[in-house]
């Protein structure tokens, strides 16, 4: 009886969506967002990097990325946290408990995953698409942009995978952002300050808001994926 | 004046096993050059080198417009090129896939336009512009890769087993293609092929790869 009550409050509350409710999932996508952006700029063209050329040290930097794929949020928000702290190396840039802190630790959980899914997928591209494109006459760039082209789905899956991380972490967020009220306060933060109240309505409408967005972004993965696979390259 | 090749002394090694040993090749006319041997008796290997795309351990490849060498540089490479037995399809429309070698050359337009659908109609591939090419047969790819070499003009057209994995249709079909080239004087084709009936039907010019040497030519 209280759990279908719970819902049907949730449900309404969703439906009404009010400026605050509003503001929480818009400040949500705004930081995951803007760190996915981060994420990609860095995390592509190392991927790239990685794919394309031979150095030392390459097998360990991904060996680190594979690692780093399963950081734990809270070890994140830690070491964020001690960066931009006011005795911290950063803290002069006073970030900590604001929006931009925020997506400084979500910008450093989504790198690992753009740049080690994106370097699977530029790896994985069959080795006769180089060879054709040096046969027509590509230079050594045009050869990289082509094989950049042929992963862009795999690509594209890392960095939709990277963004259901993000959009569903709290550890991280929760320690450097603080779940100040209309400024810092995201979807899972909120989640865990009205479940810590007793107020279940409103953190079960943000859970289903947030499965929602968790449907959608597993959907499109499917969907990219499922192109990508279209025949197997002749 | 067309580019005229010279291979010289070609040597090459694969884990110890002499694939190729002073292997020399000329040519100065146009025509069909088949290149025929036993499988795995390294005509792969030379028809890469001769376009540049694998290095000979020994030996030189030479290319001659006139009575001068032409560097081996990019702007050589976009003169020659070579149709692999696997063609590397882009995960492409069939259009996009024939437009790539215009592109990366800066040829767009209705220029290009114009060369893709008449290499497409001239491979017989007009009909399937618009389809995703990994959806396309073992043939209809082997053609598209004809195509794709086609519509960049090259002076030097290299087929490696263009019919090695299609079946009677297509093999007749791209046979055809080859021929009409010649009719057309589009470019020198030099072809590796197994099969010796085909190789008479094509060859202006026999050459027999054997133990690692050609043998006549």
Redesign the interface.
């Known amino acids: 009886m209280f759990l279908a009550e719970s819902f049907k409050t949730a449900f309404s509350l969703i439906i009404g969506l009010n400026a605050e409710l509003l503001g929480i999932i818009l400040l949500s996508l705004k930081v995951s967002g803007s760190a996915l952006i981060i994420a990609t700029l860095i995390g592509l063209p190392l991927a790239s990097l990685l794919g394309f050329k031979r150095f030392r040290l390459k097998g360990m930097i991904i060996s680190i990325l594979h690692t780093f794929m399963g950081l734990p949020p809270v070890v994140v928000g830690l070491l964020v946290y001690l960066l931009l702290s006011r005795s911290g190396p950063l803290g002069f840039l006073a970030l900590l408990y604001s929006p931009s802190a925020m997506i400084i630790a979500q910008s450093i959980l989504a790198f690992p995953i753009v740049a080690a899914l994106s370097h699977s997928a530029i790896v994985g591209v069959n080795p006769v698409i180089t060879q054709a494109s040096l046969t027509l006459g590509a230079t050594p760039y045009q050869v990289s942009m082509t094989i950049i082209r042929e992963a862009r789905y795999g690509i594209m899956s890392g960095i939709i995978a990277a963004f259901g991380r993000v959009m569903a972490e709290v550890g991280a967020i929760l320690i450097v952002g603080g779940n100040i009220a209309g400024f810092t306060r995201v979807m899972t933060t909120t989640i865990a300050l009205e479940t810590d109240k007793g107020n279940f309505e409103l953190a079960l409408a943000l859970g289903i808001i947030l499965l929602t967005i968790s449907l959608v972004i597993n959907s499109a993965v499917h969907i990219v994926q499922q192109k990508g696979a279209t025949g197997a390259g002749r | 004046m067309t580019l005229r090749l010279s291979a010289s002394n070609i040597g090459k090694t694969y884990n110890s096993d002499q694939i190729l040993r002073d292997c020399s090749f000329s040519f100065s006319e146009q025509g069909i050059y088949v290149l025929t041997g036993a499988n795995g008796c390294g005509k792969s290997t030379f028809l890469r080198i001769c376009?540049l795309?694998e290095e000979p351990d020994s030996g030189e490849i030479n290319y001659f417009s006139d009575k001068s060498m032409v560097q081996k540089n990019?702007e050589l490479?976009?003169r020659i090129?070579?149709?692999?037995p696997?063609?590397?399809?882009?995960?492409t429309t069939v259009f996009k896939n024939v437009d790539?070698?215009l592109r990366?050359?800066g040829i767009r337009g209705t220029e290009a336009n114009e060369r893709v659908e008449k290499a497409l109609e001239f491979v017989e591939l007009g009909h399937k512009r618009n389809q995703?090419?990994?959806?396309?047969s073992?043939g209809e790819?082997q053609r598209l890769g004809i195509a794709?070499?086609l519509v960049?003009k090259p002076e030097i057209l290299f087929l490696d087993e263009p019919t090695a994995s299609v079946d009677q249709k297509n093999t007749r079909i791209i046979e055809d293609i080859i021929l009409n080239m010649k009719q057309d004087s589009m470019a020198t084709v030099v072809i590796t092929t197994h099969d010796r009936q085909q190789a008479a039907r094509l060859a202006d010019h026999l050459l027999v790869l054997k133990d690692g040497k050609i043998l006549s030519g």
């Open positions: 376009a795309i990019l490479r976009r090129t070579l149709v692999l696997k063609v590397g399809v882009f995960h790539y070698g990366i050359r995703n090419a990994r959806t396309l073992s790819t794709r070499a960049i």
